[in-house]
Antibody, heavy 125, light 109 residues
Framework: QVQLQESGPGLVKPSETLSLTCTVS????????WSWIRQPPGKGLEWIGYIYYSGSTNYNPSLKSRVTISVDTSKNQFSLKLTSLTAADTAVYYC???????????????????WGQGTLVTVSS | SSELTQDPAVSVALGQTVRITCQGD??????ASWYQQKPGQAPVLVIYGKNNRPSGIPDRFSGSSSGNTASLSITGAQAEDEAEYYCNSRDSSGNHLEVFGGGTKLTVL
């Protein structure tokens, strides 16, 4: 059974950089697509970005200037860095595995099949 | 458009059938996936693709799609189905971005 576990600080000061790591167990990170998703208190889900095991990335345009996602296949981990934090970045941060399948027209359809439990990050001085 | 629109809240009587919808241009290209989230818990995948359920998801959950609208149906809703439900798909702009709907709070009466 694949399991994901987020780790990192729970409290970060404004203007500083958030660094989170997601450790994948029960399966190899050397396939699939790996995402970070966040959820501000009482609000909906917001996709931050993903990385393929190959290292190629894609980011939410609204966060792109502040986000970096990297992967360390030797440790079966991927990481998130988010710079210039403000109170609006306070949220539960989830890591998730992205999978896909091909339909009869050979089009790929994507979904998140495994999620970490989430870690609350509060931005406050 | 990169947006997915969901009704904020829906209610259903215990044992009845409910449909939760998700609208967006990207759904003309990609199937939606659906996630159930209970308070204080991580989202759980309940439907993906045309109408696929992960292992462990009850068969009262089903999915369908028509045009720009995807639907999640629960046939014979149970008290434990009360939760927030989110739809998700890839953006159809060609930029391969992910997008989530705003969520629907399901209340089982």
């Amino acid at each position: 059974q694949v399991q994901l576990q987020e780790s990192g600080p729970g409290l970060v000061k404004p203007s500083e950089t958030l660094s989170l790591t997601c450790t994948v167990s029960g399966g190899s990170i050397s396939s699939y697509c790996w995402s970070w998703i966040r959820q501000p208190p009482g609000k909906g889900l917001e996709w931050i970005g993903y990385i393929y095991y190959s290292g190629s990335t894609n980011y939410n345009p609204s966060l792109k200037s502040r986000v970096t996602i990297s992967v360390d296949t030797s440790k079966n981990q991927f990481s998130l860095k988010l710079t210039s934090l403000t109170a609006a970045d306070t949220a539960v941060y989830y890591c998730a595995r992205g999978s896909y399948y091909y339909d009869s027209s050979s089009r790929a359809h994507y979904y998140f099949d495994y999620w970490g439990q989430g870690t609350l990050v509060t931005v406050s001085s | 458009s990169s947006e997915l629109t969901q009704d904020p809240a829906v209610s259903v009587a215990l044992g009845q059938t409910v449909r939760i919808t998700c609208q967006g241009d990207s759904l003309r290209t990609f199937y939606a996936s659906w996630y159930q989230q209970k308070p204080g818990q991580a989202p759980v995948l309940v439907i993906y693709g045309k109408n696929n359920r992960p292992s462990g998801i009850p068969d009262r959950f089903s999915g369908s799609s028509s045009g720009n609208t995807a639907s999640l149906s629960i046939t014979g809703a149970q008290a434990e189905d009360e939760a927030e439900y989110y739809c998700n798909s890839r953006d159809s702009s060609g930029n391969h971005l992910e997008v989530f709907g705003g969520g629907t709070k399901l209340t089982v009466l």
